[in-house]
């Protein structure tokens, strides 16, 4: 389970971030910002990112190696999920398929990496039983 500090430090990054995004298309959708300007405004929310970035990577670095070994199976899954359907989408474009904006990419990730999440928990639950049987049948 993500520990207190980590899910305070994500929090406030998300904050951060969910501010910046609003401001940025309040001013973008009213014209305050002209030129040149309107890309820096537009990708402001992006500053946020960089700690939500941030707060995840020290975490995983004070993860035990047992969490950190979840994680690094939840992020395989959600990487090689990823990469499947958002190829496998890309060809059904150049058949006709309506095109998405890259703004899905991320909440796809997400929604990939909790999934990761449970599955890496229920096979590491798993591997604990197994190993549990094999111990009791080494001792018969």
């Known amino acids: 389970?993500?520990?207190?500090?980590?899910?305070?430090?994500?929090?406030?990054?998300?904050?951060a971030y969910a501010l910046l995004m609003t401001l940025s298309l309040v001013a973008l959708n009213n014209g305050w910002v002209q030129g040149g300007m309107r890309t820096v405004v537009a990708i402001a929310p992006m500053v946020a990112c960089v700690g939500i970035w941030?707060?995840?990577?020290?975490?995983?670095?004070?993860?035990?190696?047992?969490?950190?070994?979840?994680?690094?199976?939840?992020i395989g899954f959600a990487f090689a999920g990823t990469a499947l359907l958002t190829v496998t989408y890309g060809f059904l474009e150049v058949a006709g398929f309506p095109r998405l904006s890259m703004f899905l990419v991320w909440p796809l990730m997400v929604?990939?990496?909790?999934?990761?999440?449970?599955?890496?928990?229920w096979l590491q639950g798993s591997a604990e039983g197994d190993e549990a049987e094999g111990d009791e049948n080494d001792e018969v």
């Open 1 to 15: 389970m993500p520990g207190k500090r980590y899910l305070i430090e994500f929090v406030v990054a998300l904050l």
């Open 111 to 121: 929604v990939l990496l909790v999934l990761g999440q449970f599955l890496a928990r």
């Open 54 to 74: 941030g707060a995840v990577v020290r975490h995983l670095k004070r993860s035990g190696p047992e969490e950190g070994r979840v994680q690094l199976i939840a």
